[in-house]
Antibody, heavy 120, light 112 residues
Framework: EVELLESGGGLVQPGGSLRLSCAAS????????MSWVRQAPGKGLEWVAA????????YYADSVKGRFTISRDNSNYTVYLQMNSLRAEDTAVYYC?????????????WGQGTLVTVSS | DIVMTQSPDSLAVSLGARATINCKSS????????????LAWYQQKSGQPPKLLIS???TRESGVPDRFSGSGSGTDFTLTISSLQAEDVAVYYC?????????FGPGTKVDI
């Protein structure tokens, strides 16, 4: 059974930084792109960033471009999201999601999410 | 970006009755050369992550009950729950993956 376990969320002040991690297990990790998708409290879903299986290609939503960086460590089956210059509007539950394939951009497994709160 | 809209915002359905959720995209998500619609449906129960129900507009995921079905093409799509069960109470989202960025509808809340 595929498992995705996010960590690293918490309370951070505006302008601060946070790094999220997503530990994956039970699938051929390098064969799949991975994404981060966020959900603001009581709101809908917003795709944030995606990275290829090799880690060589990454794409971002305009709302986070230049502030967030997605990366992966294939030897440790982990995906990261480095978030800098955080704003109040970045407050959300951040989900790690497995792509169906190579940037198919729909997501067949999701983690439980980690909450990021940006507030002073 | 492709904008996804859903209707209704919420609906209450009796146990065993049919629930119908509509999804519309601001441009076609039909990839003509492949004759495939790049449209997925997700179910999100309270306090849980989304779960993929349907991809390619009408292909049910393994393990998804056959009371869930997807239909439509181009810009107009429908998710139907043929006989609502108590465990189907959730918010349902459509999502297009025709273009980057992938975008989601605002969700439809289904209650008993």
């Amino acid at each position: 059974e595929v498992e995705l376990l996010e960590s690293g969320g918490g309370l951070v002040q505006p302008g601060g930084s946070l790094r999220l991690s997503c530990a994956a297990s039970d699938f051929s990790f390098t064969n799949y792109a991975m994404s981060w998708v966020r959900q603001a409290p009581g709101k809908g879903l917003e795709w944030v960033a995606a990275i290829s299986g090799s880690g060589g290609k990454a794409y971002y939503a305009d709302s986070v471009k230049g502030r967030f960086t997605i990366s992966r460590d294939n030897s440790n089956y982990t995906v990261y999201l480095q978030m800098n210059s955080l704003r109040a509007e970045d407050t959300a539950v951040y989900y790690c999601a497995k792509d169906r394939g190579y940037f198919d951009y729909f997501f067949d497994f999701w983690g439980q999410g980690t909450l990021v709160t940006v507030s002073s | 970006d492709i904008v996804m809209t859903q209707s209704p915002d919420s609906l209450a359905v009796s146990l065993g009755a049919r629930a119908t959720i509509n999804c519309k995209s601001s441009q076609s998500v039909l990839y003509m050369s492949k004759n495939q619609n790049y449209l997925a449906w997700y179910q999100q129960k309270s306090g849980q992550p989304p779960k993929l129900l349907i991809s390619w507009a009408s292909t049910r995921e393994s393990g998804v009950p056959d009371r869930f079905s997807g239909s439509g093409s181009g810009t107009d799509f429908t998710l139907t729950i043929s006989s609502l069960q108590a465990e189907d109470v959730a918010v349902y989202y459509c999502q297009q993956y025709y273009n980057t960025p992938p975008t989601f509808g605002p969700g439809t809340k289904v209650d008993i």
